[in-house]
């Protein structure tokens, strides 16, 4: 157990110091939160408060909706990217093969390589919402229990799609399309700019089925304070996934990787 605490702390280490040392790329991140917070308490001012945008029927303003929304969103797209960015940068580096010769399980090398980004995103989640707080975003009726809970469970049914990511890079030496595929989907589908329930019916069948509306109905509810009991199906429906996509997940980039081993193309990009 020391060990696999001692491996993860390394590899987050490892990447804390790469990000940090690029200044300006590091410090812009924050500098855009600030932006895109700006930006979409202005284009609030022009929308009228809606039961759309509030839970259980009760009215909310469109920027208490996006606010919570776009801070939330982050943790999918991090997922998705910081895996596979991780193999991707191991093998331009030329270190991925010692990587996978040291004793370390695959499981334990791929989730530790997203320790640090996703570490990162909650710091930054934090500095979005107090920022959209000074602007008018209403905290007060904040379930706490349900937020960290629906807060690990996004974590966890997210993380499946970077490492399926990552598994393609170890195939095709690309970055999968993921980035393009999910963030137009949860921005149009997952309710990020726009309810669900402006969407065409049939549209409506295809954003139950992504993990992220799931998440952001389960977080826009615990920001108004729903129990969890309340929360119940999203919860539900988040833990199955997890369930089923974790496991397939880490056995496809085991796959992958084995194969780029009997290939000889592990080192390639």
Request: hydrophobic share 55%; charged share 10%.
């Amino acid at each position: 157990m020391v060990s696999t605490f001692d491996k993860a702390g390394a590899l987050f280490s490892r990447d804390a110091k790469i990000a940090l040392a690029y200044p300006v790329n590091f410090w812009g991140q924050w500098l855009s939160i600030v932006g895109q917070v700006l930006t979409f308490y202005f284009i609030a001012r022009l929308v009228g408060p809606s039961e759309s945008y509030g839970v259980a029927g009760h009215p909310a303003t469109y920027f208490d909706y996006v606010a919570i929304n776009l801070a939330f969103v982050r943790l999918q797209n991090v997922a998705i990217h910081s895996f596979q960015q991780a193999m991707r940068g191991a093998q331009m580096l030329g270190t991925i093969e010692v990587l996978m010769a040291t004793p370390t399980g695959l499981p334990l090398l791929i989730l530790s390589s997203g320790l640090w980004a996703f570490g990162l995103t909650i710091v930054q989640i934090a500095f979005f919402l107090a920022i959209a707080s000074g602007l008018g975003l209403q905290l007060s009726h904040l379930n706490v229990l349900s937020t960290v809970v629906f807060l690990v469970l996004t974590l966890l049914a997210m993380s499946p799609l970077g490492v399926l990511s990552a598994a393609s890079i170890m195939i095709f030496k690309q970055e999968a399309p993921t980035s393009f595929l999910f963030g137009g989907l949860a921005s149009l589908l997952g309710g990020v700019l726009v309810p669900i329930d402006r969407l065409p019916h049939w549209l409506q069948a295809v954003s139950w089925a992504l993990p992220i509306t799931h998440s952001l109905n389960g977080i826009r509810g615990a920001f108004a304070g729903a129990t969890l009991a309340q929360l119940a199906p999203d919860a539900i429906w988040l833990t199955v996934a997890t369930c089923v996509l974790g496991p397939l997940s880490l056995y496809a980039f085991s796959r992958a990787v084995r194969r780029a081993k009997v290939d000889g193309t592990l080192g390639d990009y």
